[in-house]
């Protein structure tokens, strides 16, 4: 039988671009600089729910890291919905049990600057939908193994952006040869806000998409390329595997960010 697994990471949940719930969404008040933002989590939130119902039932959830955005020191909170890393946690709570509605849910810390360098703000909400959360996955799901971490490195050259997660996968196989360990199937890693992936007859490296839109300060004034928003699902059945990802077009993105 079919176990259909759902990937994501990276959303930000508290950034005014990060992935939110209606009932923490932004009003049109008619102030053009606030109102770009309401738009762009509407229009996020309503591809969301629309995209992930295609794919019910979703049995299991790897939510690989930075679901939560923190309190945004760099900034003084000027990017977030709300600093509360505890009100953000509900958002989390929110998409996964009413939206998503996995069987399983299994969780990867992330970047430390958003999650808490003191504490892992991401433990309770693990915690708070009954599952795990984890350094560093490692899955076997119907006969299929699957390691996930948030953390890989990224590149600013388009031609480049497969080696970290390549180099990733190389080193599973060196892993797996120096303690014994099986080499997993599939390799899932975040942070870098991109998707894209590569593979041989053996695996598959994946970098998932992210689930913050556009437009926070960091990413319009210091980073170069395009960014993936989306997630991944895929299917594992009896050593076997296929995959599908969703990805919101930029263009969608852009005319909403612009319409101000």
């Given at each position: 039988m079919k176990t259909r697994v759902m990937a994501a990471g990276d959303l930000h949940c508290g950034s005014a671009v990060g992935l939110t719930p209606p009932e923490w969404q932004y009003a049109i008040v008619g102030e053009p600089y606030h109102d770009k933002f309401a738009r762009i989590q509407s229009q996020m939130w309503d591809w969301f729910e629309e995209k992930v119902a295609k794919y019910y039932p979703i049995d299991r959830l790897i939510l690989n890291g930075d679901a939560i955005d923190g309190k945004g020191p760099k900034t003084g909170g000027t990017e977030q919905i709300t600093t509360d890393r505890i009100m953000q946690g509900s958002m989390v709570e929110r998409i996964v049990k009413d939206t998503i509605k996995p069987q399983d849910v299994a969780m990867t810390f992330g970047t430390a600057f958003h999650t808490g360098c003191e504490e892992d703000m991401e433990t309770p909400i693990a915690k708070a939908l009954g599952g795990t959360i984890e350094s560093h996955l490692e899955?076997?799901?119907?006969?299929?193994?699957?390691?996930?971490?948030?953390?890989?490195?990224?590149?600013?050259?388009?031609?480049?952006?497969?080696?970290?997660?390549?180099?990733?996968?190389?080193?599973?196989?060196?892993?797996?040869?120096?303690?014994?360990?099986?080499?997993?199937?599939?390799?899932?890693?975040?942070?870098?806000?991109?998707?894209?992936?590569?593979?041989?007859?053996?695996?598959?490296?994946?970098?998932?998409?992210?689930?913050?839109?556009?437009?926070n300060k960091f990413g319009s004034r210091i980073c170069s390329g395009t960014v993936s928003i989306g997630f991944l699902i895929i299917d594992c059945e009896d050593g076997e595997y296929s995959w599908k990802a969703e990805i919101l077009p930029l263009a969608d993105q852009i005319s909403a960010w612009k319409a101000w």
């Open positions: 899955r076997t799901i119907n006969g299929v193994r699957i390691d996930a971490r948030h953390y890989v490195g990224g590149s600013s050259i388009p031609y480049n952006r497969h080696a970290a997660v390549s180099k990733e996968d190389l080193w599973r196989l060196i892993w797996a040869d120096r303690t014994g360990k099986e080499k997993p199937h599939i390799v899932l890693r975040s942070h870098v806000h991109y998707y894209g992936f590569s593979g041989n007859e053996f695996s598959t490296a994946f970098t998932l998409p992210c689930l913050q839109g556009l437009g």
